[in-house]
């Protein structure tokens, strides 16, 4: 990265000491106090994980571990004290317990012996000879590891270091290759007591890794849904806005009344009262609540905003033009993507690592206990934040990159002869100089979101009851969101549009690119509006399709997994993919549009001062003029009619 203060030649011309919005020919670094604060808090990060690997033992999550210390299915190190750990328990990769039927916790104990074993048995047994017998067929020792097959019928205290007869059938579930009972009475007791004393962490973090192939098969989906939408947009239509517009309304409908279902039948058919039941059973319903209120306000504003699809077809053709420019945009977001799955793996793998932080600490008999570390597990709010500001970060990265170059091919007199590799000039003045902007802007844009949402829903549904006090909260929200509105309103990815250009600093450039789109049509806006709706349109599709293929793999293993939240994590990812691949036809039109509005402002179209826009982009805002002045005719011809009414009076 330049240094500090470090200036950017593009030309023979020294910045002006008024601004004239065209791409700066020096720059300096910007917001480095923030990019300074974004490394400070990636030193945070990376102590996290290196604390979390070398205190915890993911292996132990993923695998399952003996009474002694030992991780099934790897080879082990020998904890002092407890003469039967660190065996090679390469070949024996299932948990058995030995007493499975009479689970107790006593003193956050389990009262049951835990071993290591290579296979479950899957025929009752009901003596010390159909366990010697099923030990030496299978190779499964399923008394303890000190004592031979042959004494199992030998030595008189072998029933003490052996399973409690009757050993029930057993098949190993993905649930941490647990050896699960399969006799309904043992089932019951075995869940209950196994599930419900172990914390919500390890049930959240158990359900991820037994449904990790099906979240990594999700993603995946979401991958193909989101470049199937990309060539979609690429190659838009109305018919295919209308077929595309059809499956949303279908796909939020069918989403909806699939989650509704399963809540209906989750209350119907509660027959083990677990703790993973019910935190399911709630999931569920916030999930359903939640979908059903989006789904409302999504279909309201399709309705609304249905008479504006084929003005946004022209316009996303002309974004489509804009992209042919610089072909290779389209392939950002594959950058993109493959950046974001190396950071979610690193970050769930350190994830892992907290959930499973603890000091082995040897007991009677020669087991061995893993005592958790209570405060690196308050860790995970910090590491929480981490994933949402560094995910927006590297999507910011993206989105500047892309701005930059639709800047660079926008105001280029020879539309003939493009500019010389417009994205990697692009890429190189952001990482450096710009970087510290994508830093404060990834953190501030998705800030802001959250009371911004929350006062204008608030507003919103106060405004329609009736009532004085509902009047006067309304007016105190209108007053809120006004003063919010009014500091805050200009934080959005304009700004990075006008860094581009200006090479400024976020808060600047926010604030001249809210100056700038203001003196412009505002149906004009609306149609751009429009368009970015319909762009966010098509990354629901892409979550609705993914939530519902996540809801039939997952909603199989519904009692022993708390499935809500790797499905909310699934969602959230699907979003950010589908955000990934289909911001550049959001970021380009925003850029067109900001661009339009500089060469209105510093251009008349005159010989001395044309246009930098192309003729068909300046046929689409001569037709939207056209459509503008006669909708503001015919407003002003119902106006005088309903004056004419009046007059009698």
Wanted: aromatic share 12%; hydrophobic share 45%; glycine share 6%.
């Amino acid at each position: 990265m330049q240094c500090l203060g470090a200036e950017h030649l593009d030309s023979a011309e020294r910045i002006p000491t008024q601004r004239q919005w065209r791409p700066q020919i020096y720059r300096k670094c910007t917001d480095t106090a923030w990019l300074f604060l974004f490394f400070l808090f990636w030193t945070g990060l990376v102590f996290i994980m290196g604390y979390s690997v070398a205190a915890g033992a993911t292996g132990r999550l993923l695998f399952g571990y003996d009474s002694f210390g030992n991780v099934c299915g790897k080879k082990n190190s020998p904890v002092e004290g407890a003469p039967l750990s660190g065996q090679d328990m390469t070949q024996k990769k299932h948990v058995f317990f030995m007493n499975s039927c009479n689970l107790e916790v006593k003193d956050v104990r389990l009262s049951s012996t835990v071993l290591c074993v290579s296979s479950c048995p899957e025929e009752q047994l009901d003596t010390l000879e159909e366990v010697q017998l099923f030990a030496n067929t299978s190779g499964s020792f399923l008394c303890v590891y000190n004592l031979n097959s042959f004494n199992y019928t030998q030595i008189p205290n072998a029933d003490l270091l052996c399973p409690r007869l009757p050993v029930p059938p057993s098949k190993s579930f993905p649930l941490f290759n647990r050896c699960i009972p399969q006799t309904p009475e043992c089932y019951s007791l075995f869940a209950s007591v196994l599930i419900n004393d172990v914390d919500s962490l390890h049930r959240i973090l158990s359900g991820i890794m037994s449904g990790r192939d099906t979240v990594l098969g999700l993603c995946i989906l979401a991958f193909a849904l989101s470049l199937a939408m990309m060539f979609t947009f690429r190659f838009i239509t109305t018919l295919l806005v209308h077929i595309f517009i059809a499956l949303i309304v279908l796909g939020l409908l069918f989403v909806c009344g699939v989650l509704w279902w399963l809540y209906y039948d989750y209350t119907n058919d509660l027959s083990i009262e677990l703790d993973t039941e019910r935190e399911n059973m709630k999931c569920l319903l916030g999930f359903a609540i939640a979908s059903t209120v989006i789904t409302a306000v999504l279909l309201t504003l399709i309705y609304v905003l249905r008479k504006r699809i084929k003005l946004t077809v022209e316009l996303l053709q002309v974004t489509n033009k804009a992209i042919s420019s610089s072909p290779f945009l389209l392939f950002q977001p594959l950058w993109t993507f493959a950046i974001l799955i190396f950071f979610w793996v690193l970050w769930v793998a350190v994830l892992l690592s907290l959930g499973t932080a603890g000091a082995a600490q040897v007991v009677e008999g020669g087991q061995v206990e893993y005592k958790p570390l209570s405060g690196i597990r308050y860790m995970w709010w910090y590491h929480l934040i981490g994933l949402i500001w560094t995910s927006e970060f590297i999507l910011a990265c993206q989105q500047m990159a892309v701005a930059g170059t639709v800047v660079t091919c926008y105001f280029n007199r020879n539309k003939s002869d493009p500019p010389d590799r417009p994205i990697l000039s692009s890429l190189s003045i952001l990482f450096c100089y710009h970087q510290g902007t994508v830093v404060k802007g990834s953190f501030l844009i998705t800030v802001v979101r959250i009371p911004r949402a929350v006062l204008m829903y608030v507003y919103n549904t106060l405004k329609e009851k009736d009532g004085a006090l509902s009047r006067c909260v309304s007016q105190c929200c209108c007053c809120c969101f006004w003063c919010l509105d009014k500091c805050l309103r200009h934080l959005n990815q304009n700004a990075y549009t006008t860094t581009a250009i200006n090479g400024t600093d976020f808060c600047t450039s926010a604030k001249d690119a809210l100056k700038l789109l203001s003196k412009n049509s505002s149906h004009f806006t609306s149609v751009n509006c429009f368009g970015d709706f319909i762009i966010f349109l098509g990354k629901v599709l892409v979550v609705c399709f993914t939530v519902f293929g996540g809801l039939m793999a997952f909603n199989y293993h519904r009692v022993l997994q708390v499935w809500a939240i790797p499905l909310l994590l699934v969602a959230f990812f699907a979003y950010l993919v589908a955000h990934s691949f289909l911001s550049v036809f959001e970021t380009v039109l925003d850029a067109l549009f900001l661009c339009f509005a500089v060469d209105l402002e510093t251009n008349d179209g005159s010989s001395e001062k044309p246009y930098f826009m192309d003729q068909e982009f300046l046929n689409f805002v001569k037709r939207i003029n056209k459509l503008n002045i006669r909708a503001q005719r015919n407003k002003n011809s119902l106006t005088s009619e309903e004056g004419t009414e009046l007059r009698p009076l």
